[in-house]
């Protein structure tokens, strides 16, 4: 099974066993439906847990896992990724893509000039999250991922066309 992080445990809330995860995910209310799996990420196992309770306090979701109702039965979670199996993922619409689809994507310039190779997507304050380009011998550039910088996306081919201008990179 391929597993994609969904967020990390950052913290119980209360007694009860809730967790406050710092979340990836741009679908928290359907990854966290009552009796939905996710999978905890600990000590190199994935283990499968039933949500049994979702809501969100200052922009964090709070879940609840079946059969771990007592916060002395989840603190040993605390920093763990929470994942979900990669088959479980919903289709998007034409054009649109998981951050996990770039990772590993090989980057050219409209020349095919090979650039780098994508490290991930990173977050920003922002209109727009940014790609992290490993580049060999050189410190990693930022690509916007708006369409005037993204020219293709070749999943198939495990390929990004970039537009480069003077000063990205």
Do not use: W
Request: charged share 30%.
């Amino acid at each position: 099974m391929a597993y994609i992080i969904i967020g990390r445990i950052i913290n119980t809330h209360g007694i009860k066993g809730d967790v406050k995860i710092l979340s990836s995910s741009d679908f928290d209310a359907e990854r966290y439906q009552k009796g939905n799996t996710v999978y905890i990420h600990f000590e190199n196992d994935y283990i499968p847990m039933e949500v049994c309770s979702y809501k969100v306090m200052k922009n964090n979701p709070i879940v609840r896992f079946k059969d771990h109702e007592n916060i002395n039965l989840i603190e040993k979670y605390k920093n763990c990724e929470v994942c979900v199996d990669k088959a479980d993922r919903k289709p998007l619409p034409e054009g649109q893509y998981y951050r996990s689809d770039f990772e590993g994507l090989a980057v050219y310039d409209e020349e095919n000039v090979l650039i780098g190779t994508v490290k991930g997507i990173e977050e920003t304050a922002g209109a727009q999250n940014n790609i992290r380009v490993k580049r060999e011998g050189k410190n990693d550039a930022l690509i916007p991922n708006i369409p005037e910088f993204v020219k293709n996306v070749d999943l198939e081919n495990k390929k990004l066309v970039i537009h480069v201008e003077e000063g990205l990179l």
